[in-house]
């Protein structure tokens, strides 16, 4: 016979039966934010932003409840089977291929080469990035945020020495104005799209070229640079900082989750543009590029509705996120691929350089 609760059990159930059911509710915004236009209703979306401690959140409620052997588990066991959507399109499960006649492709932000290591300054660090891409030696590299690195040097020289030193061939970019400094580097030949499609009229969120791989297939690369947060380290030290939160927390609170709304609304406008300015191809495609959406976000899901596929769930391993700043867990770098590319591999380097990581893939086109 189950021995009764003292009134502090019964109160310590009570409280996690509460806390139970906030989980229930956060997790239930978080899965449902991918079906939500932040233009029309902006709140969800920091749901999905925090699939992680959302569900870290339940499964210690969860566990707590059945340390007290509490019925009211089952509010935690909703809120998990819930977060099973979630989960499968933040985890993967791949199954990774080794091919030695594959293609590679490398995204990084380099974040206009502003190093996270304050000794280092910003050619130093140019130089940094271009010894790890020759050890991964990708045949493509797609850089968002390039800038010029050296003193007293325009961005197109900089981007001339850099895939000079890098061993890239063949280079394009914005040459108008670069706007974003979408770069393509690459070691097979490439051309821009056609002028009629918004790519085509140097689409200020990306560039993309057609690449011809010889035998190895030809095909589309567009490299991709949706708006950031813009919340500024010393943001994020006052939200985590206990000896400032009393003064400023209002203020700069306000001011982040403006950033944040702001940011997820027109990243869903620019969105919209890029896969409408895709142009008409006779060939596979890959988008690839800094997309600043977690798994769990309506722009996630209207690539998914365009037909194409995150290679990282389909041969990556892991949960594997891409930003390497201030706030953990976050996958916001993609490689999209149509059903024309084969993915084979995919990687994560964890080279914290930048406040993003790099990601590969090796492919084939099918």
Known sequence: MARERGFFGKVLVFLLTILALVGLVAMALSV??????????????????????ILFFN???????????????????MALLMAVPGFMKSYSFGKPTEATDSIRIMSYNVHMF???????????????????????????????????????????????????VAGFQYVYYNRKSNYGGNVVFSKYPIAKVSENSGFGQENTYGVMVSVDAGEKGRFYVANVHLLSYMITDDEIDVLMSSAERQDKLDTIGKTVLHKLGYAFQKRSDELQRVLGGMPQVDAPVIVC?????????????????????????????????????????????????????????FNRYRYKGSDHYPIIIDFKIQ
């Open 59 to 77: 499964i210690l409620i969860f566990i707590l409840l059945l340390l007290l052997r509490s019925k009211k588990a089952w509010i935690s066991i």
């Open 114 to 164: 502003k190093p996270l290591d304050a000794e280092m300054n910003s050619e130093q660090f140019a130089y940094q990035v271009i010894n790890m891409v020759r050890d991964q030696n990708p045949d493509i590299l797609c850089c968002q945020e390039f800038s010029a690195f050296k003193s007293g040097t325009s961005r197109p020289q900089c981007i001339d020495d850099f895939a000079q």
């Open 289 to 345: 590029g800094d997309f600043n959406e977690p798994p769990l976000s309506y722009n996630y899901r209207q690539m998914q509705k365009a037909g194409f596929v995150d290679t990282f769930l389909k041969v990556g391993r892991g949960i594997k996120p891409t930003y390497a700043g201030r706030l953990p867990l976050l996958r916001i770098d993609y490689i999209w691929a149509d059903e024309g590319v084969n993915p084979l591999n």
């Open 32 to 53: 449902a934010n991918a079906y939500v236009n932040p233009q029309r209703f902006i709140w969800t979306t920091l749901f999905g932003l925090a699939f992680w401690e």
